[in-house]
């Protein structure tokens, strides 16, 4: 007999979630506490890309609240489902414009803007479809890897005045993908490069009476530990979590 593979890989994934669930918080707390930080300061994106509505409900229940979403579609049909009651959604993958207009009333955060063009999409958007500004990140390629997007290092503080000035959108920090490597503690030139490119925001492009630019989203399944010690204050784990995603066909 053959069952769906799409069935088993679901409660597969929900097998074992609380147990992950309490080792990520473990591990978290462990790395918050090696540093000197407090753990409540560091909040864990579960990122549910590809994972069904009931597995993210599942999760829920655990007490997770803020999930991460790399595609409009996929969100737009999970928060049909699930709703915002109680739940935060953010979306963590590239945006293109034509998507824009959806993305601003399904997100509560946007963690990928990696454009000043992309920014002033989303504000244009914001000011026709939200009450409220739309808290974004900058994502910042710090790497410089030809795969990833991103906003070169060097541009960054031009583009934050750009994005600063944007009345819809709220800036609330950076965000990066570390380059895959062999050890975790291979990632850390990148995560401390982004807290000091924060630092320097905070310098040249103030928002707010303490300079603002307080989230640090970086760290993964595999580097978050590191990322904490280097004061992320978001991590956006998945496989940690969820389990292995399904190859992509
Ligand atoms: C998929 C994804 C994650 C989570 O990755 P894991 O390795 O599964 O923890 C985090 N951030 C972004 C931008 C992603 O696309």
């Not at 109680?86 to 509560?108: C, M, P, T, Y």
């Amino acid at each position: 007999m053959r069952i769906s593979s799409e069935r088993a890989g679901a409660g597969a994934r929900e097998d074992g979630l609380a147990a992950r669930a309490a080792g990520v918080r473990e591990r978290v707390a462990r790395a918050a506490a090696v540093s000197g930080r407090d753990a409540a300061a560091i909040t864990v994106v579960a990122v549910s890309k590809t994972v069904s509505a009931e597995v993210v409900r599942a999760a829920h229940a655990l007490g997770f609240t803020v999930f991460g979403e790399n595609r409009v579609q996929e969100a737009q049909a999970k928060i049909a489902e699930l709703g915002r009651e109680g739940l935060r959604w953010e979306l963590i993958g590239h945006l293109q414009s034509n998507k824009a207009a959806r993305a601003v009333e399904l997100f509560d955060r946007v963690q990928s803007v990696d454009s000043v063009r992309l920014a002033g999409v989303l504000d244009a958007q914001a000011a026709a479809k939200r009450e409220t500004p739309l808290p974004v990140l900058l994502e910042v390629n710090v790497a410089g890897e030809e795969s990833k997007t991103g906003l070169a290092p060097d541009d960054l503080i031009e583009a934050a005045r750009a994005v600063v000035a944007l009345p819809h959108l709220r800036a609330e920090g950076l965000m990066t993908v570390a380059p895959l490597v062999e050890r975790p503690d291979d990632a850390r030139p990148v995560f401390r490069r982004l807290r000091e490119l924060r630092d320097a925001l905070r310098a040249a492009v103030p928002v707010g009476a303490d300079g603002g630019w307080d989230t640090l989203s970086m760290g993964m399944s595999d580097d978050f530990e590191v990322a904490v010690e280097e004061g992320a204050t978001v991590v956006r784990i998945g496989r940690a979590l969820f389990g292995e995603r399904p190859r992509p066909q």
